[in-house]
């Protein structure tokens, strides 16, 4: 499964923005799919997913009620629409894929691939 995120760009807070991971390749209806996010000297962290079996949603806390996260199984893609951001969003955002089940898809080792960063930037 190849991966390709898009869709990061620069806003103000209180806007918003929808990231796009399309995916070429393997059997991606069936993967778990998840955002996360790294931000310079920090460690990469969960923001939400998505389970193949059933579209079942997590999110962090920190993004609960602000981001939701969809899929769309004939384009084979899946979107991150993120709405009231907030400077502390500002980070490269990754999308991931993989057999990946509930009980671990907030770590990032469990997800076998990667798309290139796309980078968001939130300016207060």
């Known amino acids: 499964v190849q991966l390709q995120a898009s869709g990061g760009g620069a806003v103000q807070t209180g806007g918003s923005l929808r990231l796009s991971c399309a995916a070429s390749g393997g059997t991606f209806s069936l993967h778990t799919v998840g955002w996360f996010r790294q931000a310079p000297g920090l460690e990469r962290e969960f923001v939400a997913a998505i389970r193949g079996s059933g579209g079942t949603t997590h999110y962090a806390d920190s993004v609960k009620g602000r981001f939701t996260i969809s899929r769309d199984g004939a384009r084979r893609a899946v979107y991150l629409q993120m709405n009231s951001l907030r400077p502390e969003d500002t980070s490269v955002y990754y999308c991931?894929?993989?057999?990946?089940?509930?009980?671990?898809?907030?770590?990032?080792?469990?997800?076998?691939?990667w798309g290139q960063g796309t980078q968001v930037t939130v300016s207060s």
């Open positions: 991931a894929a993989g057999n990946v089940i509930s009980s671990t898809l907030r770590d990032s080792t469990k997800y076998a691939y």
